[in-house]
């Protein structure tokens, strides 16, 4: 270790830099030197940047990075009247879906049960509070479930309007590497007027305000979200209609250039315009690639399509189920499910109800009882206190 601190802190960064997320994990244990480097503000959006490069180029170079750090865990958020637990869990073919260690308390403060997660960014979850329909734009906040932090975000739009309450809000989170800098987006559309403004807040800047930005999205977002690239992307609402073809049905939101755009859909087979919804489709992140699961009651087969290249916009088919093999497949399929991924594949999850499909073998096997608000994340060295 001393020959290492000895080194220029050029080399040494580059040599932590290349090392996988776990080992990183482990080094910060090792002395408080250790500590300080791998928990520097200035080494967390470099280390950010060097994943979301692998991710963005190519699904190759991101595959085989994801492998060696960025396995996605699996933990369930447990609410109380006053407070939150994040509880890890970890599920393989013999034991089915486990609690492992102990459920790590997450600060009482700012926390409701009425939260819901809006969406994960890494190993932040996105809270805001929904009650009875309505939701308090004063109540978003970011958490990390592993280290118990918790962000409150400023509220967007002003509380003193008339229809303050009624507003829809979506939110997004993404990394700019032209600034080395997270931000967060945010959609509001006003029912009052039909007026859509979209705001970007600033991580880490101590602003108190978000700044309204020019670009909006050219069609209503849907809650199907997710994080890829280090960009925000959504499913509109009504891309079920007119599937075929490989339409408009995906806007993205580039945080380095605070824009939205459209992101080219895969061709899907052509059905009747009333015999696909939205709930056919589910957005999530695999392997640090944005994949899209096409999962039609009406269809004999689950289709799983992965954007091979973000640059170059190129879709592939890398997986084709046959949910007749699948022993225990729920019946009407997917709809009304989540979606998200887990080491071997994907999780489908509702209520109580969770089914592990192993992308390995075509095997589905189902869990029920006692698990729910389940989600899948992977690990950053991301703190909310360095922001």
Known sequence: MFKLINMPNDIIVDILMRLPLKSL??????????????????????????????????????????????????????????????????????????????????????IS???????????????????????NPNS??????????????????????????????????????TTNTYKLVCVSWNPANDHVTAYIYVLGTHSS???????VPPRCLSKKNVCAYGDMHW??????????????????FDFKKEEFCWTPHPTLKGLHRYSRLLEDFHLLNMKGSMAMVDANSLEEY????????????????????????????????????TCYEWEHGI????????YFLDLRCDSLKCVK?????IYSFTGSLISLKKL
């Open 347 to 354: 999780a489908i999850h509702k209520g109580d109800m969770c």
């Open 25 to 110: 994990c482990r080094l910060r244990c090792v002395s408080k030197t250790c500590l300080n480097m791998v928990d520097s503000p200035f080494f967390t959006p470099l280390h950010t940047a060097r994943l979301l490069k692998f991710s963005t180029d190519y699904y190759a170079a991101a595959t085989a990075s994801a492998t060696a750090s960025n396995v996605p865990q699996l933990g369930m958020l447990q609410y109380s009247s006053s407070s939150m637990q994040w509880q890890p869990l970890a599920y393989n073919e013999k034991r089915g879906l486990t609690r492992i260690k102990h459920a790590l308390p997450i600060s009482e403060l700012f």
């Open 302 to 337: 689950i289709h799983i399509w992965v954007l091979k290249s973000y640059l170059k916009k190129e879709w592939a088919l890398d997986y084709k189920i046959n949910t007749q093999t699948l022993v225990g497949y729920p019946e009407g399929g997917l709809r009304k499910y």
């Open 235 to 252: 499913l509109v609402e009504g891309s079920h209609v007119n599937i075929a073809g490989g339409g408009r049905h995906i806007i993205s």
């Open 209 to 215: 305000s978000w700044r309204k930005i020019q670009s």
């Open 140 to 177: 978003c906040c970011l958490v990390n479930p592993l280290r118990g932090e918790v962000l409150k975000i400023p509220a967007v739009c002003p509380t003193n309007h008339e229809y303050w309450h009624y507003w829809v809000d979506r939110f997004g989170m993404g990394f700019d590497s």
């Open 369 to 373: 009882g006692g698990f729910e608000n």
């Open 113 to 135: 049960r009425y939260y819901e997660v809006d969406f994960v960014f890494c190993n932040l979850f996105f809270l805001k509070v929904s009650r009875f329909g309505f939701w």
